[in-house]
């Protein structure tokens, strides 16, 4: 079955450049649509963005200036990068895939948690 | 895009049914049938519980169903057992071709 394995920095300080990669194990990677999901400690799900095989992207207005969502097919690999972080990006980090029913997430990563402190 | 807005909390008693909203706008909820329903227990990551505003996934319980009116979506949780007791996010397609989640809800079994 479908697995995806994230990994990355998880301390950074503000104003760095946040970098995580996800890779789909397992299971076909194009035809879907993928994105990364954050989830501040104790907080609800904010949606980051999305990208497809083909590269083609969907950023949350409130990020848009900030994130970029890249794909390397040939790794089955997705990546997420987040610039001049704050405390305010602390959160744990997801990447899942879109099942195609209208950005419904059906497999998730692991989770990975980001600290941003000085 | 702001939020969707859902109940901070719900409770019920094992047996019992129990239903979430969630509101949003004609711009997302309602204009479109692509609402999600997750499930997230503590320290998990979400599941897919409902998608296309009332699809199952394949080995999610028929004790979950869920329903939409207007701007509003509804996840109605019939037979409440003790594993059910999680955090409940629903989800929407925007206009923006983006995409939003609710403020989530904590479902308590009594």
């Known amino acids: 079955q479908v697995q995806l394995q994230q990994w990355g920095a998880g301390l950074l300080k503000p104003s760095e450049t946040l970098s995580l990669t996800c890779g789909v194990y397992?299971?076909?990677?194009?035809?879907?649509?993928w994105s990364w999901i954050r989830q501040p400690p104790g907080e609800g799900l904010e949606w980051i963005g999305e990208?497809?095989?083909?590269?083609?992207?969907n950023y949350n207005p409130s990020l848009k200036s900030r994130v970029t969502i890249s794909v390397d097919t040939s790794k089955n690999q997705l990546s997420l990068k987040l610039n001049s972080v704050t405390a305010a990006d602390t959160a744990v980090y997801y990447c899942?895939?879109?099942?195609?029913?209208?950005?419904?997430?059906?497999?998730w990563g692991q989770g990975t948690m980001v600290t941003v402190s000085s | 895009q702001s939020a969707l807005t859902q109940p901070a909390s719900v409770s019920g008693s094992p047996g019992q049914s129990i239903t979430i909203s969630c509101t949003g706008t004609s711009s997302d909820v309602g204009g479109y049938n692509y609402v999600s329903w997750y499930q997230q227990h503590p320290g998990k990551a979400p599941k897919l519980m409902i998608y296309?505003?009332?699809t199952r996934p394949s080995g999610v319980s028929n004790r979950f169903s869920g329903s939409k009116s207007g701007n509003t979506a509804s996840l109605t949780i019939s037979g409440l057992q003790a594993e059910d007791e999680a955090d409940y996010y629903c989800s929407s397609y925007t206009s923006s071709s983006t995409l939003v989640f609710g403020t989530g809800t904590k479902v308590t079994v009594l």
């Open positions: 296309e505003v009332s």
């Open positions: 990208i497809s095989h083909t590269g083609s992207t």
């Open positions: 899942a895939r879109d099942n195609g029913g209208g950005s419904a997430f059906d497999i």
């Open positions: 397992g299971g076909s990677f194009s035809g879907y649509y």
